[in-house]
């Protein structure tokens, strides 16, 4: 029943970020929100139904293997992840430590794989999220200061 309230309120009060359960507005974060559902959703299909499944980074047989593909892809997740898990624990919310730690999976894609579509998408996604972060980061400390 709180829970309700709560989401009532939100509609009600034009200051919340929410929209009931939904965000106000539409942000980069959200937006990375989707575009890594489609992704997660691609790849299962692609995993399960036609195993071709590190084409999006890139294509085996020609200077990569498809085991040396697999190694790369499996570092630059893993980092992502330590490096996101890592930026949480010391304080840095979910919003900034997405953004941040996506723009260096950004990178290291650009840097270990040939120049897909993939890897450039990643790339200015994460400059969106990084920009975006900066914004709210600059109003909040705006919205601090006295007056």
Same mark, same amino acid.
């Given at each position: 029943?709180?829970?309700?309230?709560?989401?009532?309120?939100?509609?009600?009060?034009?200051?919340?970020?929410?929209?009931?359960?939904?965000?106000?507005?539409?942000?980069?974060?959200?937006?990375?929100?989707?575009?890594?559902?489609?992704?997660?959703?691609?790849?299962? =299909?692609?995993?399960?139904?036609?195993?071709?499944?590190?084409?999006?980074?890139? %294509?085996?047989?020609? +200077?990569?293997?498809? @085991? &040396?593909?697999?190694?790369?892809?499996?570092?630059?997740?893993?980092?992502?992840?330590?490096?996101?898990?890592?930026?949480?624990?010391?304080?840095?919310?979910?919003?900034?430590?997405?953004?941040?730690?996506?723009?260096?999976?950004?990178?290291?894609?650009?840097?270990?794989?040939?120049? =897909?579509?993939?890897?450039?998408?990643?790339?200015?996604?994460?400059?969106?999220? %990084?920009?975006?972060? +900066?914004?709210?980061? @600059? &109003?909040?400390?705006?919205?601090?200061?006295?007056?």
């Amino acid at each position: 029943m709180k829970r309700v309230i709560k989401m009532k309120k939100n509609k009600d009060n034009p200051d919340s970020p929410m929209l009931g359960v939904l965000p106000r507005r539409f942000t980069m974060t959200l937006l990375f929100i989707i575009c890594y559902t489609i992704i997660h959703i691609n790849f299962e =299909y692609n995993f399960w139904v036609t195993g071709d499944i590190f084409s999006k980074y890139a %294509v085996a047989g020609g +200077v990569l293997t498809e @085991l &040396e593909i697999a190694k790369m892809v499996y570092f630059t997740k893993a980092t992502w992840m330590f490096i996101l898990i890592w930026m949480m624990v010391v304080g840095m919310s979910f919003r900034s430590a997405i953004a941040y730690s996506f723009m260096i999976y950004s990178i290291e894609l650009i840097v270990l794989f040939p120049i =897909y579509i993939y890897a450039i998408l990643n790339l200015l996604l994460a400059v969106g999220c %990084v920009i975006e972060d +900066v914004i709210v980061r @600059l &109003e909040t400390r705006r919205k601090k200061e006295p007056a």
